[in-house]
């Protein structure tokens, strides 16, 4: 499977805390994306980063890719009640579509 | 707009009922896509247009047929489903010229089959 992994499954901290998320994936990459769903709704894109990048910032998002160990992470600062969500991150592999990983539920309490 | 519209937002059908899920972008996407996903599990990817053409199906049983009869609608029509299929199904589009396959989801139909 091309699917990426996320680590942890589930996460829940405090506002004000920051949140990491890890995303690893087992094939060569064009990109990595992240997405946010929160329950029910669609996801919304976040942040992509591509192949040849080390570090992304978006607001208090920042990504990080390391493509020698296949792997990612996405960091969220301070963190807000309203982040409370699904973090996917999918991998695109340039065949013309996505691969996305299991999830990762972000929970943050006021 | 960078908008992308699903219609109904919750349908509930028989088994031997035929419907549609429709979805529309006017952000000029020539990438379409469906995809069905179950509780606490990542999007599974169904069909895949480009440039009006099915270009990806994933094996997707008979009973569910895509349709993109422009560039700015999709279709999904059901028929026969099983109950299985109760799911949410999103619609999302991308701009396959900048390569990057960003996607751009709609809110999804929240689908009971009973």
């Known amino acids: 499977s091309q699917q990426g992994e996320e680590d942890p499954q589930a996460l829940s901290i405090q506002e004000g805390e920051n949140a990491t998320m890890n995303c690893s994936y087992k094939?060569?990459?064009?990109?990595l994306q992240w997405y946010r769903q929160n329950s029910g709704r669609g996801l919304v894109h976040l942040i992509l980063i591509r192949s040849n990048e080390r570090e992304k910032h978006s607001g208090r998002l920042r990504v990080t890719l390391d493509t020698s160990k296949k792997s990612s992470s996405l960091l969220i600062t301070a963190s807000r009640a309203a982040d409370t969500a699904s973090y996917f991150c999918?991998?695109?592999?340039?065949?013309?579509?996505?691969?996305f990983g299991r999830g990762t539920q972000l929970t943050v309490w006021p | 707009d960078t908008e992308v519209t699903q219609t109904p937002k919750h349908l509930v059908m028989g088994m031997t009922n035929k419907k549609s899920l429709k979805c529309e972008q006017h952000?000029?996407?020539?990438?379409m896509y469906w995809y069905k996903q179950k509780a606490k599990k990542p999007p599974e990817l169904m069909f895949v247009?480009?440039?009006?053409?099915?270009?990806i199906n994933e094996s997707v049983p008979s009973r569910f047929s895509p349709e993109c009869p422009n560039s700015s609608l999709l279709n999904l029509h059901l028929h026969a489903l099983q109950p299985e299929d109760s799911a949410l199904y999103l619609c999302a589009s991308s701009q396959p010229l900048t390569g990057d396959y960003e996607q751009f989801f709609g809110p999804g139909t929240r689908l009971t089959v009973l």
């Open positions: 999918a991998t695109d592999p340039k065949l013309g579509r996505l691969y």
């Open positions: 094939t060569s990459i064009n990109n």
């Open positions: 247009y480009s440039y009006e053409k099915l270009s």
């Open positions: 952000m000029g996407h020539r990438a």
